[in-house]
C-alpha cells in the first residue's frame, strides 16, 4: 500500500521564528539592491502588476504608474511582506535573494532535531516525502540543502509551493495527490494551521496539527496535535 508524507515548513519542520525573524528581515534589507541588480522577468512583474491594481482598487496602496520605476516596485513588494502575503512573484524574488544568503553562508536553515531523524526513518521505510510550502520550490530547496544539519535534499522526494493552488484550498491536496500518483486517503500531511489541516481533510487526506515552539494556538479542532514527528 502506497503512503506519503507531506509536509510544511514554517512551525512544522522549522521554527517560526527563523523564517520571521531571520529570512524576512533579510530578503526586506536585501531586496532594493537586488531589484536594481536584476531584471525582473516579464511573468513576474505582469502578476506584480495585476497584484497591485487589485489593492489599488481596493484602496489599500498605491498603484503602481510605472513598472519600470524600482521604488515604485519595491515600495509594493516591501508593503507585501509586511502583510506576509503569500504571492507567488514576492516568494520568488525572496528565494532569489535567500539563495544568494545561503551560498555566502550567511544563511543556515534552522530545522527542530527530530527532523532529520524522521526524515531518514521515512526513508528506511521507503516512505516517500514531500514539502508543500507558500514559499518558492527554489526557497524550499535551499532550505533543505543548506539546513544546520546539512544537506538533507536526498531525502525528499519532490516539492510543492502555491502553484498547485492555495494551502488552503481542497483542489491544491487533490492535485498534489494526483502529482505524485498516491490515493488520497494515502496521503499525510503536517502543518501548523488549522484551515490547511481542513483544506486537505476535504481532500481526503490525513491531516495532523503540529504544537512547536512558539507556534499560533489553533482553534478547537479533531484532528491529532504532535509535538514531535517522531512517534513513541
Partial sequence: MSEAIILDIEGTIGPISFVHEVL???STERLLDYLR???LPEEQLDEILKENQKDFKNGDFAEITDKNDIRQIHAYLHHLIQLDRKFGPLKWVQGKIWKEGF?????KAELFEDVPVFLKQCKQKSIPVYIYSSGSVEAQILF???SIFGDLRNLIQGYFDTK???KKEMQSYKNIAQHISIDSKHCNFYTDILEEAQACSEAGWKAFIMDRPKNKKQPEHNFPILKSLLLG
Fill in 164 to 166: 498547485v493552488g492555495g
Fill in 37 to 39: 541588480k536584476e531584471i
Fill in 103 to 107: 551560498e555566502l553562508g550567511d544563511l
Fill in 144 to 146: 533543505m540543502q543548506y
Fill in 24 to 26: 524576512f528581515p533579510y
